[in-house]
């Protein structure tokens, strides 16, 4: 089980403009749409984390 969630962290990860923005466009229920936005706001966050960690910088 905890690989496949880990499988779909990183591919929510990798594939997030994609994903989401086909889901902001599709959601009519507007409590939806805020829940694929802050899943889209947090696989971003996560994607910069990482980012900063792999060149070293420190914040």
Known sequence: MN???DE???Y??????EVF???F???????KREFYLALFNYSLQSRQRR???EEKFVI
Request: no cysteine; hydrophobic share 40%.
């Open 12 to 17: 929510i990860q990798v594939s997030a403009p």
């Open 51 to 53: 980012i900063i960690a």
């Open 25 to 31: 466009r599709a959601e009519e229920n507007p409590e």
């Open 21 to 23: 923005h086909e889901l």
């Open 3 to 5: 690989q496949k969630l």
């Open 8 to 10: 779909l962290y990183g």
